[in-house]
């Protein structure tokens, strides 16, 4: 999984990065500070970022952001993300991280001087908390289980394919897949394959740089540019030539 987080790569000064595994899945733990802000963009799963900026912390569920925020000022912050298939078990666990945030607050002084260690440290102290959760790790079962192979699916297709092509591999109606989606992930099947299908994009323009706009738009199998264009800044917070120009 890449990181949900759309760091402004121009920005942003240390990133410090701890993969967390047990049974098939994952937990990424990001700790860092950037001097002018980040971009905070909507990701298909649960995940949590705590800011801080100016001594106070804000927290930003991941997996409820409807279109890209950007945070303009500097800042520490902390984000954790997970793997498909947490949501039920995750959501407790990650309202529980907010106090974590003060460590920020002892370890930021973004202005002055950086102690890299101190990052390290909160960055270490949350990942063994969540290593600690057993309630977080226990195995998918049943209908959980089915709904996350069927994103995977979506996964495999980079996010183009319709909802009731969807429906119809899971043997539903598009009304229940729905359901389906929204209880095991947190969100409708729709919104998760827009967000695949974007950042599938991106991918491609951080791959091969040197493309026209239209060339990802036609790889991706949009067929208006104007849609492409407006869901693109949507879930990205740039123009698809903005995109580009700041990766030339």
Same mark, same amino acid.
């Given at each position: ?8 790569v121009?920005?942003?000064n ?29 990701q ?11 001594? *106070? ?5 991941l997996?409820?952001i ?5 945070i ?17 078990r995750?959501?407790?666990?990650? *309202? ?36 600690a ?6 195995n ?24 009731s092509?969807?429906a ?7 009304r229940?897949? *729905? ?9 409708g099947?729709?919104?998760f ?14 791959e ?9 738009m ?12 407006r869901?693109f800044?949507w ?14």
């Open positions: 999984m890449d990181s949900q987080i759309l760091l402004n121009n920005f942003c240390k990133v410090y990065t701890r993969v967390i595994e047990k049974n098939d899945i994952s937990v990424y733990v990001r700790v860092g500070y950037s001097m002018s802000g980040i971009r905070l963009v909507p298909e799963n649960v995940g949590i970022c705590l800011i801080c900026m100016n001594g *106070h912390i804000r927290d930003v569920c997996g409820q409807e279109a890209a925020v950007n303009d000022e500097s800042c520490s912050f902390i984000s954790v993300e997970l793997d498909l298939g947490f949501n039920s995750a959501m407790n666990v990650l *309202h529980s991280l907010y106090p974590f945030g003060r460590m920020l607050t002892d370890s930021r002084n973004v202005k002055n001087k950086r102690s890299d260690a101190s990052l390290e440290n909160v960055m270490d102290v949350i990942a063994d908390y969540i290593d959760c057993e309630q977080l790790w226990s998918m079962i049943g209908e959980d289980l089915r709904t996350v192979k069927q994103a995977d699916s979506i996964y495999a297709v980079k996010g183009k394919i319709s909802i092509e969807l119809g591999q899971m043997g539903c109606t598009v229940h897949a *729905h359901r389906r989606f929204v209880k095991t992930l947190g969100v099947p729709k919104r394959a827009r967000i695949v299908r974007i950042r599938e994009t991106v991918r491609k323009m951080l091969h740089p040197g493309g026209h706009v239209t060339d990802y036609d790889d991706m199998g949009y067929s208006d540019q104007a849609h492409f264009q869901e800044k879930y990205t917070g740039m123009t698809p030539g903005s995109m580009l120009k700041l990766l030339n």
